[in-house]
């Protein structure tokens, strides 16, 4: 099924993809290498469009100004389709799972050059915070959490000194830096970030992406 921003053209820059710079931490072992996902040799997922890493850049700088301690830690970024026709068949795959949920959670795996995976165009990231030493900051949820958990604003109601308002806190910090440096959150994910596809431009108000899928180089 479509997403709503899959309706706008994309009229793409032609940046290449660069890879992430050593100042960002990475979670690894990569998650989806792990699962077997079938990624190309020596194709590192940790790279991503050549103006997307000057804006996460500057989204730990801002950060940073706030929150001294923390840092931004990388999950994934640019994603080959056949690995995300991968991750949904995995995930369908999982006890418990419906398609619905699936389907939610995971951009369809489109080879149309008009309706792109988000990931696959070298424009997306997915991330959360962290402390300085790597180690991930409680952000309520899991990255790739399935229902109402995953959204931005789960837990804006919680009571303040709660674990849940620590949680909400740290959803809005992330949110916040990320926001202020250009990005654009997904509506129902708060660890996923993007500028210059579709769902960006969708939610900007601007007419067309800067990205379509990005070659691997």
Same mark, same amino acid.
């Given at each position: 099924?479509?997403?709503l921003w899959n309706s706008l053209k994309i009229n793409d820059c032609?940046?290449?993809? &660069?890879?992430?710079?050593?100042?960002?931490?990475?979670?690894?072992?990569?998650? %989806?290498?792990?699962?077997?996902?079938? %990624?190309? &040799?020596?194709?590192?997922?940790?790279?991503?469009?050549?103006?997307?890493?000057?804006?996460?850049?500057?989204?730990? *700088?801002?950060?940073? !100004?706030?929150?001294?301690?923390?840092?931004?830690?990388?999950?994934?970024?640019?994603?080959?389709?056949? &690995?995300?026709?991968?991750?949904?068949?995995?995930?369908?795959?999982?006890?418990? /799972?419906?398609?619905?949920?699936? +389907?939610?959670?995971?951009?369809?795996?489109?080879?149309?050059?008009?309706?792109?995976?988000?990931?696959?165009? #070298?424009?997306?990231?997915?991330?959360?915070?962290?402390?300085?030493?790597?180690?991930?900051?409680?952000? #309520? #949820?899991?990255?790739?959490?399935?229902?109402?958990?995953?959204?931005?604003?789960?837990?804006?109601?919680?009571?303040?000194? /709660?674990?849940?308002?620590?949680?909400?806190? +740290? !959803?809005?910090?992330?949110?916040?830096?990320?926001? *202020?440096?250009?990005?654009?959150?997904?509506?129902?994910?708060?660890?996923?970030?993007? %500028?210059?596809?579709?769902?960006?431009?969708? +939610?900007?108000?601007?007419?067309?992406?800067? %990205? #379509?899928?990005?070659?691997?180089?």
């Open positions: 099924m479509q997403r032609g940046e290449p993809l &660069v890879a992430l710079p050593s100042l960002f931490a990475r979670w690894q072992p990569h998650p %989806y290498a792990v699962l077997g996902a079938p %990624y190309p &040799v020596n194709a590192c997922p940790f790279r991503l469009r050549q103006a997307v890493v000057l804006r996460l850049v500057a989204a730990q *700088k801002l950060l940073q !100004r706030y929150q001294p301690d923390s840092c931004l830690l990388i999950f994934d970024a640019w994603r080959p389709i056949a &690995v995300q026709q991968y991750m949904v068949e995995w995930s369908l795959a999982q006890p418990g /799972t419906t398609p619905a949920a699936v +389907n939610a959670l995971w951009a369809p795996p489109s080879t149309d050059p008009l309706t792109p995976p988000p990931h696959s165009t #070298g424009s997306a990231v997915d991330l959360c915070l962290a402390s300085r030493d790597g180690k991930p900051l409680p952000m #309520g #949820g899991e990255i790739d959490a399935m229902g109402a958990i995953a959204e931005p604003q789960h837990f804006s109601s919680a009571p303040l000194g /709660t674990e849940e308002a620590n949680w909400h806190r +740290n !959803r809005t910090i992330l949110a916040n830096a990320m926001g *202020k440096a250009g990005f654009s959150q997904h509506p129902n994910e708060w660890w996923h970030f993007s %500028y210059g596809d579709q769902m960006w431009a969708w +939610n900007c108000g601007v007419r067309s992406a800067r %990205y #379509g899928v990005a070659a691997c180089l």
